[in-house]
């Protein structure tokens, strides 16, 4: 595939070194290939964290006895990590993923740095949108045919799998699942001819594609805006409650599970574990309470993948770029507003479910990166500052956006930063974890250096409809892997995320 590999050279790099995400403006940054830093200590306050009750596992087992070994180590708690822990518990019931010992159970441990779900997955926009085909004409030219539409079907796969856990577990309520729908508001022409174009390429390729395009007029009637707009499916929710729900649910699926939870215990550094320790564990995990034995690890860190892996920091890996949001009362009521999700203008925000106490939502609104000016939040996982520049156009959107739904100078309720993770190519990072990008291991038991080693990661600010499939997927492999047999991909699954793929010199 030299067609490819030029193509990942001139745009990879090109792409790498624009701050373009789903969510984000094509703005131009330069980043290095420091390694990215533990996460701080002292975020700023999220809306979802901080309310009250929110986070009920925020401290859990962040006191007494640290668990010593187990088969599987994740790191992290987002929505990647709680994802493999539930996915594991699923191979465990059944019984496709072997218990070690006669009589004993599979050990699985999930070692989070700060709070509880304290990243991206608690500090995000809430917004759970499977895209239908926005930027199909370039994922296209960039993956081909096949590839493209399997970014669109993990998507699919992702939403409808979260969305139905929550419906049949019964807690779609208790995690404000609202089906909300999604709209792209256009402000160009130019802006929808290129929506359109990307449509039709679409339909084109044989995707199914649920859309529906409004005037200027008909959005103005309607919503308050006069921009074109195109309506799709799409959820808003609490992602810290998903993640909440989800991780007890884990809990429950099978007793021959032994699954933990430890807050506030950074990993520090993964070593070769010594020969004092089973065969069995190869890595050792460092914490500032102790060190974990372990099989298996899975690095569900996101934007702070590179502090553990320093040769995947930088352009060609995964790069901490901070993004801020802001919770602002509207001035209209829900009836007017709508339950939808919206993206457009560099802007994302969805109006929240009434509080009973109140007339007007709180509607949470993320994005505005580009008013930060270079080198754009690039390069920093430093989620205790706010940029005040962002700021103040996260403020006057919603007004000159929706004029007389929104009170020009309302001051945000809650305001606060999250570290995404991005990438080349705005692509996850999922598979064994490579020690260069010169790699080729299509079966997972080559030995590397890396071996039994793992990673989710890198979602260029559009996790939350990626996250939870590309768990599933490298689940299976760390299972395969255990149980050296071939991994098959499953047809939602789009090649060119796989860690050994993207390099792929075939
Ligand atoms: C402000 C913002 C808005 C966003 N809006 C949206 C949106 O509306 N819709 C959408 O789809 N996506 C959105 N995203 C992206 C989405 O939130 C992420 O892609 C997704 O949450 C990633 O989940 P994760 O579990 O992989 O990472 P995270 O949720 O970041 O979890 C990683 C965890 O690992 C922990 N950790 C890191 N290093 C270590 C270590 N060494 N030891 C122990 N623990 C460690 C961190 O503390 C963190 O809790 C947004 C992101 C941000 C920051
Ligand atoms: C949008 O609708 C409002 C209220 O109906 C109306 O006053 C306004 O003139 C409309 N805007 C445009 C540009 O048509
Ligand atoms: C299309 O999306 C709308 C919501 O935007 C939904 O009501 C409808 O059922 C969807 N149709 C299909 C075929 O998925």
């Known amino acids: 595939m030299l067609r490819f590999c030029i193509l990942f050279i001139l745009l990879g790099l090109a792409q790498a070194l624009s701050a373009s995400s789903y969510y984000s403006p094509q703005t131009p940054f330069k980043t290095s290939h420091k390694p990215a830093d533990l996460p701080q200590l002292n ?54 993923f072997p218990v070690p010992h ?65 419906k049949e577990s019964g807690w779609a309520d208790e995690v404000d699942l609202v089906e909300g729908g999604h709209l792209n508001v256009m402000l160009t022409e130019s802006d929808l001819s290129e929506l359109q174009e990307d449509f039709a390429s679409a339909i084109a390729a044989g995707r199914n594609v649920n859309a529906s395009w409004l005037s200027r007029e008909e959005m103005n009637a309607t919503f308050g805006t006069y921009n074109w707009g195109v309506r799709t499916p799409g959820y808003n929710l609490w992602p810290l409650k998903f993640v909440t729900q989800l991780f007890k649910q884990s809990l429950k699926i099978t007793p021959q599970l032994d699954l933990r939870l430890h ?54 890996g995964i790069v901490p770029v901070r993004e801020q949001v802001v919770a602002i009362r509207a001035a209209a009521p829900p009836e007017v507003l709508s339950t939808t999700s919206w993206l457009g203008n560099e802007g994302y925000w969805f109006p929240r479910p009434l509080e009973p106490s109140k007339s007007t939502p709180l509607v949470i609104l993320g994005g505005a990166r580009s008013a930060a000016g270079p080198p754009f939040e690039v390069d920093t996982t430093d989620d205790s500052v706010i940029n005040g520049n ?29 570290i995404m993770g ?60 255990f149980t050296g047999t071939e991994w098959i991909s499953p047809a939602w699954f789009p090649k060119p995320f796989l860690t050994w793929v993207r390099d792929d010199e075939n």
């Open 263 to 316: 807050t506030h215990t950074p990993v520090t550094s993964i070593s070769p574990a010594n020969s004092a320790s089973p065969s069995v564990h190869r890595w050792t995990l460092t914490t500032p309470r102790g060190s974990v034995y372990c099989s298996s690890v899975l690095h569900a860190t996101n934007g702070y993948a590179s502090h553990l892996l320093p040769h995947m920091a930088g352009p060609s």
């Open 43 to 96: 975020p700023t306050h999220s809306f979802w964290i901080d309310s009250l009750g929110a986070n009920p596992l925020a401290d859990e087992g962040s006191t007494g006895t640290l668990t010593d070994a187990a088969d599987v180590c994740i790191i992290g708690s987002g929505i990647t990590g709680v994802s493999a822990a539930y996915h594991l518990a699923n191979t465990v019931k059944s019984e496709r």
């Open 102 to 166: 006669q009589g004993t159970k599979v050990r699985a441990v999930i070692l989070e740095a700060r709070e509880f779900c304290s990243g991206a997955t608690g500090r995000n926009g809430g917004n759970l949108t499977p895209y239908e085909f926005f930027s199909f004409n370039k994922i296209q030219s960039l993956f081909g045919h096949e590839a493209a539409l399997r970014f669109y079907a993990v998507e699919d796969y992702s939403v409808a799998e979260m969305v139905r856990i929550a």
């Open 422 to 481: 991005f990438t080349s190519l705005d692509i996850p990072f999922v598979g064994p974890v490579l020690s260069s990008h010169s790699s080729t291991p299509p079966n997972l038991n080559i030995a590397t250096l890396y071996k039994g080693q793992f990673i989710s990661a890198g979602y260029a600010g559009h996790g939350m409809p990626r996250a939870f499939a590309c768990a599933e997927v490298v689940v299976q492999m760390i299972l395969d892997e």
């Open 390 to 418: 962002v700021g103040i156009v996260l403020r006057n959107f919603l007004p000159e956006m929706f004029p007389g739904l929104y009170a020009p100078g309302q001051e945000p309720e809650a305001e606060w930063t999250g």
